[in-house]
């Protein structure tokens, strides 16, 4: 039975802090619950910032999901705005703490202690950095404050091409700004492989997006009006207004001074059921370590999904420690758009995997999003990567204009049950023309797997950059001269038995189409006639 007599404060308002809240209110009336928070904000839609400042969510109130007032009052608690915690003494079970931008304080007492301070965006010492022109994202203040800046901007510069920045620069482009965009790492999307964010850069860059990849801010200077980014190679931009979003750092210096564990990353280190070091705090959100759901190593995964679940399990623990369910663990699913793109993924990608050096597996296939005879059809590029030995499903990543959130969410629930490559072959998926194909772009994507398996699949993702591969465009004859590809011979799949002779069975073979299905058959016509053929993934 849950417990009545509990005092419980919760350091942090938002997707973290507002859960517990909730759920130890729901599971006891009794129980006394204080919210401390150190903006003026609680329970409001981080993730929706950017989409007001570029006018996709025109007000701004419907990202306030409660105001101090009615979420006191929804839930029967005290809330605290404006109000920091400085202070830990874990002995005599409280919390010092004191408004915003003053000295004195008041001691909290505390049965249980639920820490959820999130992460702050990471703002490197550069030069110039302190100028007001340039900005993090985080709270609705910074949300506000951008918008502003916006209104009166030509240029944008964002720094970073994660999430967030994505989504900036799209937000950026809406409003009518010349926007550039600049990453560290020679490709979007850092968490992605590579080579499946070709489609997305190709998006921004015809919505006039400048980007620069492999390209690192050394510094700000001011021009005048204008903002001077200097960027690594010597190469300069101007801008109105930057925004940084370059990553997080967890918000864990209360939790560090109390003497709490912290992992090598400066995160709060928890166990299954949320609890810390010590077992009468708590900590949940951005700024917590917990592990992989797939590997079970230590993982942290800043997003707003894991951080309400593990509010909510906190509480659970603090009112009921008998009944509570663990928490499973972070598998980090995360979806953005970027014009008419859609990336996604979930689970581990290769680059990660081969840093972890862990064997593994990878498929990419790609289909259209619904039957292709229905008009609209448009492709997804998805790729499935699985434990070499088990099968054992690791992650995927897709990429495509529609139903690539659909994809992921089935494997990433396909991840959750500990499915196999071979168990997405079977699974049963919603099919109506509108909606998708007898065989799903995820059943295809088992299949081709167990073709790897058995040795009837073999997949490269790039063309041979050597000249002794001989690539064979196996398209349509129109197709190819309306969109050919530089280096290639045009064989039509239809012609392709007939004309074998023309091909040398000393070199080896890559076969090319639209979308990767038809190289499949072409390669293996060859290799049943002598050759040592394989397949562009995906196709061109």
Not at 275 to 285: L, N, R, V
Not at 343 to 368: P, Q
Not at 469 to 494: G, H
Request: hydrophobic fraction near 40%; proline fraction near 6%; glycine fraction near 10%.
């Amino acid at each position: 039975m849950p417990r009545e007599d509990l005092k419980i404060v919760v350091i942090g308002g938002v997707a973290a802090g507002a859960s517990c809240a909730a759920r130890a209110r729901r599971l006891s009336e009794k129980v006394s619950i204080t919210i401390v928070e150190r903006g003026p904000d609680v329970s409001f839609a981080n993730c929706g910032l950017p989409y007001h400042i570029g006018g996709e969510i025109a007000s701004r109130d419907v990202l306030s999901i409660h105001t101090p007032q009615s979420l006191s009052a929804m839930l029967g608690l005290e809330v605290r705005t404006n109000t920091e915690a400085v202070e830990i003494d874990r002995a005599a079970k409280r919390v010092r703490v004191r408004k915003t931008g003053t000295e004195e304080g008041e001691w909290l007492s505390y049965d249980k202690l639920l820490l959820a301070p999130g992460a702050s965006p990471l703002r490197p010492p550069l030069p110039g950095i302190d100028d007001p022109r340039i900005h993090t994202l985080r709270n609705l203040q910074d949300m506000d404050a951008i918008k502003a800046a916006a209104a009166k901007a030509r240029k944008a510069v964002v720094v970073g091409a994660g999430f967030i920045g994505l989504e900036m620069a799209e937000q950026f482009r809406h409003l009518g700004l010349d926007v550039s965009l600049v990453e560290l790492q020679p490709q979007l999307l850092p968490q992605l492989d590579a080579d499946m964010t070709g489609q997305l850069l190709r998006e921004l860059r015809q919505n006039g997006v400048d980007v620069h990849l492999g390209s690192g801010i050394e510094g700000f200077a001011s021009a005048g009006d204008s903002l001077q980014c200097r960027l690594s190679g010597g190469v300069s931009i101007e801008a109105d207004i930057v925004v940084l979003s370059i990553g997080v750092r967890p918000d864990s210096s209360l939790a560090a001074a109390a003497g709490l564990t912290l992992g090598k990353r400066g995160h709060i280190v928890v166990n299954e059921f949320m609890q810390t070091s010590d077992p009468d705090i708590y900590a949940a959100g951005d700024a917590v370590e917990s592990f992989d759901r797939i590997t079970g190593r230590p993982s942290a995964v800043p997003l707003g999904g894991p951080a309400n679940r593990q509010g909510r399990l906190a509480a659970c623990h603090m009112m009921d420690p008998e009944s509570a369910r663990p928490y499973p663990g972070s598998i980090g699913t995360a979806v953005v758009r970027a014009f008419g793109v859609t990336c996604a993924m979930t689970g581990w990608s290769e680059k990660r995997l081969k840093s972890e050096a862990i064997a593994y597996k990878a498929v990419t296939v790609k289909d259209n999003h619904h039957a292709s005879y229905y008009p609209g059809a448009t492709p997804i590029t998805l790729r499935v990567i699985w434990e070499e030995g088990t099968g054992r499903i690791l992650g995927a990543q897709a990429s495509g204009q529609e139903g690539v959130d659909k994809r992921i969410d089935v494997i990433a629930t396909a991840i959750a049950a500990g499915m196999c490559i071979e168990d997405l072959s079977n699974l049963e998926l919603c099919y109506a023309p509108p909606f998708g194909s007898a065989k799903d772009v995820v059943n295809l994507a088992g299949l081709a797997a167990e073709n790897l398996v058995d040795g009837l699949l073999t997949q490269v993702n790039e063309l041979p950059k050597d000249a002794l591969a001989q690539v064979i465009d196996v398209r349509p004859a129109k197709l190819f001269q309306s969109a050919p590809r530089p280096n290639a011979t045009s064989i039509p799949m239809d012609c392709l038995r007939a004309r074998m002779g023309e091909l040398d069975k000393s070199r080896p073979v890559v076969t090319v189409c639209a979308l990767g299905k038809t190289s499949y058959f072409a390669a293996r016509v060859l290799n049943q006639n002598g050759f040592s053929a394989k397949s562009l993934a995906a196709g061109v």
